[in-house]
Structure formats: structure tokens, C-alpha cells
């Protein structure tokens, strides 16, 4: 018989929507409601999809993959560990809280670095806010009260689906009773996204010309005179036009994405754009929120900060916490070949890391918790795959603006197959014993 299970989180992007519908039949999830495609496609069963159920092990990476108990491969796993000079504990973006804090206690024991994925995404934001500061607000005060919204390099009609609908543009709040016709939405992209379709200003910036567009806009705010017809590709009058809107915006957010956090200037676009909010705060009110990608990458950032007082890139090789971006950061490591060892999960580097890094990845020995065949279990010596947490096990996660919600269980794990938590609790165990 089919049960409809209500209110359930989805654990793919950091919308981190609550109000789920899944239909489950059998221990399966058949179907769920509310479900953008991605999330609908991270609680169904694909077909032909490998899902692994239990530990494989291999010595030598050119060899097939042996299936081995968890006690062994736990074992394993903790001494590839415990004999590494500079082991990498790295992901975590996938995954819940308590994951988090005994993965970051396991890189303590064994004086290893331990990161996650903003590494790769917005660890550029996270460095200018310890700059210049963080003027954020929650997605509600966006839902209710925003009359001005920009989405700056990011595209959520393609990465955070229901972002617009939920809170960003189309949602109707007590402050914007017409929903989207209470808005203006300014999109600033180089390409005419999906997104910016939408908008009712595209600023159609040249690509790595933000810091260019967010000086200018500074400078028009602040009653400079801009030189020349256009700036970033886009006509000075436009520029003038824009910062009237944001001016006389009642409550004005900025949405930023990938496209300031990984393009030409990376941190300085952001703690430009920082500034610009700042400044704009003189005149009305305006926030900032990052569009943080997976759904529990700010969990992380949480977590460590909570235990060891850094977001991320944390070295404890010396005993105490180091924090130096550029240095202590893992993608950083692996390209200088500095790692010789890593432990990876909740997160696939294997397809998102640059090329060196990876090319390191395949000459350590590696380990990785995850549930799927992915391009980094191709590289890996041991599989240790988890219960998928926010599908087969609960835990807290935290959405982009820093509000945390409890993920649901919805149907049980395969036969023997623990959550994250409860495989790094082992595996610390066995550190321990063998330290
Ligand atoms: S928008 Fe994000 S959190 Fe919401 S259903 Fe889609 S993937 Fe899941």
C-alpha cells in the first residue's frame, strides 16, 4: 500500500525546501510532490544507477574491487589515516551535522586538513566577509518584504529551481501581497540565461568585468561622474538607471552565485559587492544572500567554525587549528602534492576538481564514503557507502541563509548500511587504538 510522507526536506540544493510530498511504496520512494526535477531525481531510484550496499576494497587501483566486511575496511581505512604525514579529510556538503563534527574531530586526531566543497564554490564569499563584513537577512525577509531583487552570476531556473518561486521573485509575502508584480527583478549575467528571461533588467555584463560594474555602480551611487559610453559592456545610462532603481528600492536583496565567486577577481568581486550593499544601506535597505549550492555545504561552514573557529581549510598538522586559504586549503594540497592520503565524502572531486588535483588523487591512497558509483570511487582503494542522509537517515542541515532545518528519514537504508555519523564514529574508534 502506498504512504504519502508530508513535510519532508530535500537534501539537494541550498533552497532546502521543506514542503516535499513523497509517495512510498515498498521501502521505495515512487514519486514525490512539490519536487523540482533535481530534487524528484535525488529521491527516486534511477534506472541503471549503481548503488552500492556494502565496504570494497582494493590494494592497487588497476585491480577490480573485492567486497569486504565494515570491520575490515573500517580497520583499513584507519590505518591509511593514522600512518599519512598530511591526510586530507575532505566534502561534507552532502551530508548532515553530526557528520560533520566527527569528521572534523577524526582530522583532529590525526593531525590531518580538513575542508569542504566551498573550497570550490563559495569560499571566494566566505573570505570576503571576513574582510569587509556580511549583511545578510533570511530568504522569509526576502519572501515578504523585497521589492528589489538582483541575481548576480547565478542561475537558479537551472541550479536552484524553485528559489524564485519559493522566496526570491514569484512568491507572494505580507509585504508583496502581488508576488511578482510587487517586484523588479535585475538579472546580471553574460549570457541570456533562463533566469534573466525573466528579468526586467538584464545587465548583459562582459564575462570577469564584474568588479568593473560594481566599482562603476559605487562610484554612480557615491555622485561620480562615469567616463566613457560604456563600462563592462554596459551603457553608462543604464548603469545610472540601475542604481536609481536600487536607490529607491523600499528592501532590496542581491543574490550572488558562481559567476563573481569563480571568475576573474573572485573574493574582491564579492567584498566589492559587499561595499556596494554597505553603501546602498546609507539610502534604503538593502541585504546580500549567497546562493549557496548544495544543501548542506553551509552546515559545514557552521560546524567547523563552532569547534574549530575557521569556516574551512583547516590544517591541524601542528597540533592547533591553521586557517590559510591558498595554503591549508585541499585543492591547494593535492596540485602541490603535498597529501598523501584522503578520505572523501559526500561530495564527487573526482569530476569537479581541476585536472592536477585530481592526477594526485589517483597516486594516494583514497577513501571514500559514498553511496553511488561516481568518478571518485573510479579512483578509490576503499568504498565505504553510507545510508543517503535526508533520504534513508535524519540529521540538521542548514539552508543558504544560515536557518537550520531537521532533514527526514523517509525509508530505511539497504540491510547493514550505517549513516556517515555512525561510519566515522567507527572508524575514530579504530584511530584511537591504533594511536
Ligand atoms: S529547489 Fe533545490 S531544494 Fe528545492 S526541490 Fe529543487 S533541488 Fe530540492
Given at each position: 500500500m502506498m504512504e504519502i510522507i508530508k513535510d519532508v526536506v530535500c537534501p539537494f540544493c541550498g533552497t532546502l525546501c521543506d514542503d516535499i510530498e513523497c509517495y512510498v511504496e515498498g521501502n521505495h520512494i515512487i514519486g514525490t510532490k512539490n519536487a523540482c526535477r533535481i530534487g524528484y531525481s535525488k529521491f527516486t531510484h534511477r534506472e541503471g544507477s549503481t548503488r552500492h550496499t556494502g565496504p570494497l576494497m582494493r590494494e592497487n587501483k588497476k585491480d577490480d574491487f573485492k567486497k569486504v566486511d565494515w570491520d575490515t575496511a573500517i580497520e583499513k581505512a584507519a590505518e591509511i589515516l593514522v600512518n599519512a604525514k598530511k591526510p586530507l579529510i575532505y566534502g561534507f556538503s552532502a551530508t548532515e551535522c553530526h557528520a560533520h563534527v566527527y569528521g572534523i574531530e577524526l582530522a583532529e586526531k590525526v593531525k590531518g586538513v580538513v575542508s569542504n566543497t566551498a573550497e570550490v564554490c563559495h569560499g571566494p564569499s566566505v573570505?570576503?566577509?571576513?574582510?569587509?563584513?556580511?549583511?545578510?537577512c533570511?530568504?522569509?525577509?526576502?519572501?515578504n518584504r523585497a521589492d528589489v531583487v538582483i541575481y548576480w552570476g547565478c542561475n537558479p531556473m537551472h541550479a536552484h529551481p524553485r528559489h524564485m518561486s519559493r522566496y526570491g521573485v514569484f512568491?507572494?509575502?505580507?509585504?508583496?501581497?502581488?508576488?511578482?508584480?510587487?517586484?523588479?527583478?535585475?538579472?546580471?549575467?553574460?549570457?541570456?540565461?533562463?533566469?534573466?528571461?525573466l528579468a526586467d533588467v538584464h545587465l548583459q555584463v562582459e564575462p570577469h568585468k564584474d568588479y568593473e560594474l560594481i566599482s562603476a555602480m559605487r562610484a554612480a551611487l557615491k555622485g561620480f561622474e562615469l567616463k566613457g559610453e560604456k563600462i563592462a559592456g554596459i551603457p553608462v545610462e543604464t548603469i545610472y538607471e540601475a542604481i536609481d532603481v536600487l536607490k529607491n528600492a523600499q528592501f532590496g536583496n542581491l543574490f550572488f552565485g558562481m559567476g563573481v565567486t569563480q571568475s576573474g577577481s573572485k573574493h574582491r568581486n564579492i567584498d566589492n559587492a559587499i561595499e556596494l550593499i554597505i553603501d546602498l544601506n546609507a539610502h534604503t535597505k538593502f541585504t546580500l544572500i549567497p546562493m549557496r549550492g548544495h544543501y548542506n555545504v553551509n552546515g559545514f561552514n557552521q560546524v567547523c567554525t563552532w569547534i574549530s573557529g575557521y569556516p574551512l581549510c583547516v590544517d591541524y598538522s601542528s597540533g592547533s587549528p591553521i586557517f590559510n586559504p591558498g595554503d591549508t586549503s585541499v585543492t591547494d594540497l593535492l596540485m602541490r602534492r603535498e597529501a598523501d592520503a584522503m578520505l572523501n565524502l559526500a561530495s564527487d572531486p573526482g569530476a569537479h576538481f581541476p585536472q592536477k588535483a585530481v592526477e594526485r588523487m589517483v597516486e594516494i591512497p583514497l577513501i571514500v564514503m559514498e553511496p553511488h558509483q561516481t568518478p571518485t570511487t573510479e579512483l578509490a582503494n576503499i568504498i565505504l557507502p553510507p545510508a543517503i542522509a535526508g533520504v534513508e537517515c535524519g540529521g540538521t542541515a542548514y539552508r543558504m541563509d544560515g536557518v537550520p532545518i531537521a532533514l527526514k528519514k523517509v525509508i530505511d537504508p539497504p540491510e547493514d548500511v550505517m549513516s556517515d555519523k555512525e561510519i566515522l564514529k567507527r572508524m575514530m574508534d579504530k584511530v584511537k587504538e591504533l594511536l
Open positions: 573570505w570576503a566577509l571576513q574582510d569587509v563584513g556580511y549583511p545578510i533570511t530568504l522569509g525577509e526576502v519572501k512568491s507572494r509575502g505580507f509585504f508583496r501581497e502581488r508576488g511578482r508584480n510587487d517586484r523588479t527583478l535585475i538579472v546580471v549575467d553574460p549570457r541570456k540565461t533562463d533566469t534573466a528571461k
